[in-house]
Nanobody
Framework: QVQLVESGGGLVQPGGSLRLSCVAS????????MGWYRQAPRKERELVAA???????NYVDSVKGRFTISRDNAKNTVYLQMNSLKPEDTAVYYC???????????????WGQGTQVTVSS
């Protein structure tokens, strides 16, 4: 059984910061891309930030300069540091990873259960 477990969400005032973590556990041979998505009420899920195994990164325009994605390959963990948070950042944040369970198996996507981030005064 392979799973992703997110943590670090919560309630924060505008201008505040949060750090999300996502740990992949179980029988994993390798992890390729890892990323963070979010879904606000009545909106579609969107990519927030992604990072490849080699460290290439991309962000959605609305978070550039405020959010930073990073990963620790030794710990199968991806992080999202969120600074200068705005009310429009309020959403459920999901972690996604493209994993391979064995050397000869194909990569496939797994998702975490999500963590709520609420930005409000």
């Amino acid at each position: 059984q392979v799973q992703l477990v997110e943590s670090g969400g919560g309630l924060v005032q505008p201008g505040g910061s949060l750090r999300l973590s996502c740990v992949a556990s179980g029988s994993i041979f390798s992890i390729n891309d890892m990323g963070w998505y979010r879904q606000a009420p009545r909106k579609e899920r969107e990519l927030v930030a992604a990072i490849t195994s080699g460290g290439s990164i991309n962000y959605v325009d609305s978070v550039k300069g405020r959010f930073t994605i990073s990963r620790d390959n030794a710990k199968n963990t991806v992080y999202l540091q969120m600074n200068s948070l705005k009310p429009e950042d309020t959403a459920v944040y999901y972690c996604k990873a493209k994993i391979r369970r064995w050397s000869a198996s194909p990569y496939y996507d797994i998702w975490g259960q999500g963590t709520q981030v609420t930005v409000s005064s």
